[in-house]
């Protein structure tokens, strides 16, 4: 299986930007897929997950700017990000897993791994 995220940019506060992360070599249905980020000097960080049943998590600071959603026909997930601030910057992993739901925000519970698209929010 093999992860290839793409989307990432650099825009302003305040922008949108939508990131998404496609599935190779296996079946994305599968999966709880979810996205990570990683700011300069900072450990890697949960951001937002969807259950292959579809139930979503977002990390509170991203409740309501941020969205997540999958397309399983199209091996795809995607995270919408709205009113972007420039605490959102970082690099954003897509990751695939089948953890617990009560350790869904945790990375180590997530088999692969894409190799991250850089996000920049200027202020």
């Known amino acids: 299986v093999q992860l290839q995220a793409s989307g990432g940019g650099l825009v302003q506060a305040g922008a949108s930007l939508r990131v998404s992360c496609v599935l190779s070599g296996g079946a994305l249905r599968i999966y709880t897929m979810a996205w990570f980020r990683q700011a300069p000097g900072k450990e890697r960080g949960f951001v937002a997950a969807?259950?292959?049943?579809?139930?979503?998590f977002h990390e509170d600071s991203v409740k309501g700017r941020f969205t997540i959603s999958r397309d399983n026909a199209k091996n795809t997930v995607s995270l919408q990000m709205n009113s972007l601030k420039p605490a959102d910057t970082g690099v954003y992993f897509c990751?695939?897993?089948?953890?617990?739901?009560?350790?869904?925000?945790?990375?180590?519970?997530?088999?692969?791994w894409g190799q991250g698209t850089q996000v920049t929010v200027s202020s």
């Open positions: 969807i259950t292959w049943s579809g139930g979503t």
């Open positions: 990751a695939a897993g089948r953890p617990i739901v009560s350790a869904i925000g945790d990375s180590s519970m997530y088999y692969y």
